[in-house]
């Protein structure tokens, strides 16, 4: 029996951590632009309806016992409430982002003044990049998306910063631009007598990336296109606790068969410009 086949055998190994995050209230949330095939400026949204929805994510991490810290959402920035997106987090060192669409360029200098005042290394990037909503660390590997935001070059720059390997996978979908929004991770450290696993949504990867991916967590979940089109794996996850779409009924049935405790949370005014619950989220690991 491999160590991930045991994994599924042995629920009871799942374990909650403790996460620091960082979010941004969407007080100024709205869709006036068009950057992503989720955005239509033309229909209207409704900016209280954000904060009420983001507000149930945001005490939800807090029973969940989780330290949330805040950063000043601004006027003139509709979308810096993806605070993922703001950067990548590792070892009390803060990649800034570089964002490939000059409406999202001023939210870059904004997380990075944020690092800096709240003690973090902050390095600036030099190469595009959306921070993690293109880089997923699961254990001492880094998954690097690249297709649509990110480029490749950030890849390396990720690689010689924090010294880990990184796997880069191309997206192919529109839809599924950030690798956030395809792969989720699901055990963020190491779990007693197996390995670390994810979920993903196949035809969002070229064939390359899918076989990357195929080898590497044989035992992850595969989660259908329903799911993954309501962002399902758009979620967040601190080893046993997972908060999810709420609309992603399979994948909620598919974490409870491996053990684990998926919450639902319904940001359907948030999906209108292209995230979700992880969007939301931006890990701070010190």
Same mark, same amino acid.
């Given at each position: 029996?491999?160590?991930?086949?045991?994994?599924?055998?042995?629920?009871?190994?799942?374990?909650?951590?403790?996460?620091?995050?960082?979010?941004?209230?969407?007080?100024?949330?709205?869709?006036?632009?068009?950057?992503?095939?989720?955005?239509?400026?033309?229909?209207?949204?409704?900016?209280?309806?954000?904060?009420?929805?983001?507000?149930?994510?945001?005490?939800?991490?807090?029973?969940? =016992?989780?330290?949330?810290?805040?950063?000043?959402?601004?006027?003139?920035?509709?979308?810096?409430?993806?605070?993922?997106?703001?950067?990548?987090?590792? &070892?009390?060192?803060?990649?800034?982002? %570089?964002?490939?669409?000059?409406?999202?360029?001023?939210?870059?200098?904004?997380?990075?003044?944020?690092?800096?005042?709240?003690?973090?290394? #902050?390095?600036?990037?030099?190469?595009?990049?959306?921070?993690?909503?293109?880089?997923?660390?699961?254990?001492?590997?880094?998954?690097?998306?690249? =297709?649509?935001?990110?480029?490749? *070059?950030?890849?390396?720059? #990720?690689?010689?910063?924090?010294?880990?390997?990184?796997?880069?996978?191309?997206?192919?979908?529109?839809?599924?631009?950030?690798?956030?929004?395809?792969?989720?991770?699901?055990?963020?450290?190491?779990?007693?007598?197996?390995?670390?696993?994810?979920?993903?949504?196949?035809?969002?990867?070229?064939?390359?990336?899918?076989?990357?991916?195929?080898?590497?967590?044989?035992? *992850?979940?595969?989660?259908?296109?329903?799911?993954?089109?309501?962002?399902?794996?758009?979620?967040?996850?601190?080893?046993?606790?997972?908060?999810?779409?709420?609309?992603? %009924?399979?994948?909620?049935?598919?974490?409870?068969?491996?053990?684990?405790?998926?919450?639902? #949370? &319904?940001?359907?005014?948030?999906?209108?410009?292209?995230?979700?619950?992880?969007?939301?989220?931006?890990?701070?690991?010190?």
């Amino acid at each position: 029996m491999t160590t991930q086949t045991a994994n599924l055998a042995n629920p009871a190994a799942r374990k909650a951590t403790e996460r620091t995050i960082l979010m941004c209230r969407p007080d100024f949330f709205t869709v006036n632009y068009r950057i992503n095939p989720w955005m239509h400026p033309e229909q209207p949204t409704d900016t209280s309806l954000a904060v009420r929805q983001w507000e149930v994510l945001y005490n939800t991490y807090l029973e969940l =016992g989780f330290d949330v810290r805040l950063i000043d959402p601004i006027d003139s920035l509709p979308d810096m409430v993806y605070a993922a997106n703001g950067g990548f987090v590792i &070892d009390g060192i803060a990649y800034g982002a %570089k964002f490939r669409y000059e409406q999202r360029g001023p939210e870059g200098p904004a997380y990075m003044d944020w690092f800096r005042d709240n003690g973090f290394d #902050v390095r600036e990037p030099e190469h595009t990049n959306e921070g993690e909503g293109d880089f997923l660390l699961v254990g001492d590997v880094i998954l690097a998306g690249t =297709g649509f935001r990110s480029d490749t *070059a950030s890849h390396r720059e #990720v690689e010689r910063i924090f010294g880990r390997e990184v796997v880069s996978l191309e997206l192919v979908n529109p839809n599924f631009y950030h690798l956030d929004t395809a792969i989720a991770v699901l055990d963020p450290e190491p779990i007693e007598g197996g390995a670390q696993n994810i979920a993903y949504l196949p035809s969002a990867f070229n064939e390359e990336g899918l076989a990357v991916l195929r080898e590497r967590f044989p035992d *992850a979940i595969e989660v259908n296109e329903e799911d993954a089109s309501v962002l399902g794996l758009n979620s967040y996850s601190d080893g046993y606790n997972i908060v999810i779409a709420s609309r992603a %009924k399979d994948f909620e049935r598919q974490l409870r068969e491996r053990g684990y405790n998926p919450i639902g #949370v &319904d940001l359907s005014e948030l999906l209108l410009g292209g995230g979700g619950v992880k969007c939301c989220t931006l890990e701070l690991r010190r």
